[in-house]
Nanobody
């Protein structure tokens, strides 16, 4: 089985940067795509970004485009989310997810099979 563990969340001020990490353990049967989602209190889980299995193709939600960057280091089994220019509307629990069926999963949470436990990001002055 594949397991995901996120880290890197914390309290930052508006305009600050933060990098989240997601370490993947276990063995997948085929190359897998990864994604980041977030969920604020009382809100639906929101798609943030996705990256394909080799790390060449990425996609972002409009809300984070130009501010967040997804990347992966397959030699370290780790996916990253670099978050710059954090805004007051960015606080949430951030989750990474793996799609064991799709090399480039896309924006729908339904195509992701494995989820991490989440890491909380708080933005406050």
């Amino acid at each position: 089985q594949v397991h995901l563990v996120e880290s890197g969340g914390g309290l930052v001020q508006p305009g600050d940067s933060l990098t989240l990490s997601c370490v993947v353990s276990g063995r997948a049967e085929r190359p897998y795509g990864m994604g980041w989602f977030r969920q604020a209190p009382g809100a639906e889980r929101e798609y943030i970004s996705t990256i394909d299995s080799p790390g060449r193709s990425t996609h972002y939600a409009d809300s984070v485009k130009g501010r967040f960057t997804i990347s992966r280091d397959n030699s370290k089994n780790t996916v990253y989310l670099q978050m710059n220019s954090l805004l007051p509307e960015d606080p949430a629990v951030y989750y990474c997810a793996a799609s064991l069926k799709w090399a480039f999963p896309g924006t729908s949470a339904g195509v992701y099979d494995v989820w991490g436990q989440g890491t909380r990001v708080t933005v406050s002055s």
